[in-house]
Structures are given as C-alpha cells and as structure tokens.
C-alpha cells in the first residue's frame, strides 16, 4: 500500500483527525503551532485556522461547528462566523495541563484527555462531555492520554496511555458512558517507537500510530497479536482515522517535534498529512450531541 503525501504542512505536532462524514472533509490540529485544519480531498484544498491556543482534539458537531478540547478547555467552533464559544474548562487548576487527544463515542459524548505540557509527571485525565456540557472524570492519574476507539459493537472502548506502552480495553455502557474493568490486551514494549492515536476498522482491528516508530499497525485486540504494518515516509506518526467515500482511506498525522537534523534529512515530509487507501473500511468518527449554551 503507498502512502501519499496530501499536505506537506511541516507540523510541529499534527494530532487529531477526525473525519466528518455528512460533509467530506477531515479535521486536525497541529497542537503546538495552535492551528485547526480542515481538508476537502475532493478539492485537495487545506483550510488553516490560528488559534490562540494549542488544540488537542476536534470533532464534528452540526454542518457549521465542531467542538474542541483546548489547552484552556472545552469550546465550540463556528466555521462560518470565525468563532470560538467556551464551554467549560475542567483544568483551570492545573496550568502544566494541556489537551491531547479524543472522539466522540457512539452516543455523541466527547471524550478527550490532558496531559503534563512537559510529559513529566502522571498529572492527565480522561474526560468526558456530556451531552447536557457538564464534565466527568472518566480516568485519572494518566501520563500522555492519547488513543481511543469503540468496538464495533459497542461494548467496549479502547484507550492507550503513551506512558503505558499499553493499549488497555474497557467494558463500555452506550447509555450511560460509564467504562468499567480495564485489561491491558496490546503490549507494544517490543514495538518501534511508543503507541500514540489509534482507530478501529469494521473488522475490529486497532489501527495504532507509532511515535518515532514511522509506521501504522494493525491489531486484533482479542489475540493482542499484530497483523500488519504500514510504513510512513514521518518518524513521528501520530494518530490515523478512517475516511473518503468508501471509509477506505486512512489519513495519517505526523509531527515534527524531537527530530534531529539527521531525522528531517531523513524524513523531510515530516509533519505532512498523509494518506493511504486499505483494504478494509473503518468504523466512523462519531459526532458530538451535546446541546448550545
């Protein structure tokens, strides 16, 4: 499978895509240049927006808006009006903190987690937005909260803590959000590079982004085994989503950030936004339910 290179944007630190099926487009963010991106394939056309922020994840909301875990909390987006609405910000005691990585589960909640600016001290947390705005913790004491992924049907939610090298499974309740029972069933202590964003394909297969391991690989979480692998032409791979017409195509985030003069001779698109078309169709990134203020 050749991976191509759609947006040579030399991203500090790509994250974040999600794709929004109702318009065709995906989003992502470049964390620590503060930059929303929204890209038409159909176009081949990137939109950057600056923010005043580092943003941590997006996700779809109406045909106008997404909703997005900043460094200073939740808020709203408004593409149309150029703006940004605050929602609630569960951190404001902790200025080290900052957003890195979420989706939306298959009920419309948002779950998005923090982690130490410094990647220092175990001082993240993996929220949830409700539907009616309000926050709950849904995992405390996390190091770098960073991939996670809905089985396809619907009763558990994966979730990789970087600092873990550990891809851990939890029992998930679609009515009420509540995760329960963790169980390490991925292992990447003998991988290339550290697990980093993650999605899941319609075969119940882990698509997982390999930081500084310049590969996407899949696994089934039932064996923990690996069955596949992808090179990426970026050492920094940072998280992948499912996408295009037929949900066949897999968008790839990568960053920048850590690399030596050596590394950028070596990979000199790297921050690009790649893409490559699999062999199997991916499960849909969910949109956020919550109501406006």
Request: proline fraction near 5%.
């Amino acid at each position: 499978m050749d991976v191509e290179l759609i947006v040579d944007s030399k991203s500090r630190l790509g994250e974040g895509p999600s794709w929004d099926r109702e318009k065709g487009v995906l989003y992502w963010v470049d964390i620590l240049q503060q930059q929303l991106h929204c890209y038409n394939p159909v176009e081949h056309k990137n939109i950057t927006v600056e923010l005043d922020q580092a943003p941590g994840a997006v996700a779809p909301r109406s045909s106008d808006e997404v909703v997005l875990a900043l460094e200073n909390g939740f808020y709203f987006y408004n593409w149309k009006l150029n703006k940004l609405e605050p929602i609630v910000n569960p951190e404001e005691h902790l200025p080290r903190n900052r957003f890195n990585d979420g989706k939306c589960d298959p009920a419309g909640r948002f779950f998005a987690g923090t982690m130490d600016k410094e990647e220092e001290e175990r001082s993240g947390t993996l929220y949830c937005l409700e539907e009616n705005l309000s926050v709950k913790e849904k995992v405390t004491g996390v190091g770098i909260s960073n991939g996670i992924a809905w089985s396809v049907d619907h009763t558990h939610m994966y979730y990789i803590d970087t600092f873990e090298n550990q891809v851990y499974r939890y029992d998930y309740n679609r009515d009420t959000g509540e995760i329960s029972h963790p169980a390490s069933v991925i292992s990447f202590e003998n991988e290339e590079g550290a697990p980093d964003g993650m999605t899941i394909d319609e075969e119940g297969m882990l698509w997982i982004a390999h930081f500084g391991g310049a590969k996407v690989s899949r696994w089934n979480p039932a064996t923990g085994k690996k069955v596949e692998e992808i090179p990426v032409p970026a050492l920094n791979v940072t998280c992948c989503v499912f996408g295009g017409v037929n949900m066949n195509e897999l968008f790839i985030t990568t960053a920048r950030k850590d690399m030596s003069e050596e590394d950028l001779q070596r990979y000199p698109h790297a921050g690009g936004l790649f893409k490559v078309t699999t062999n199997v169709s991916g499960c849909e990134s969910y949109r956020f339910n919550g109501t406006f203020k």
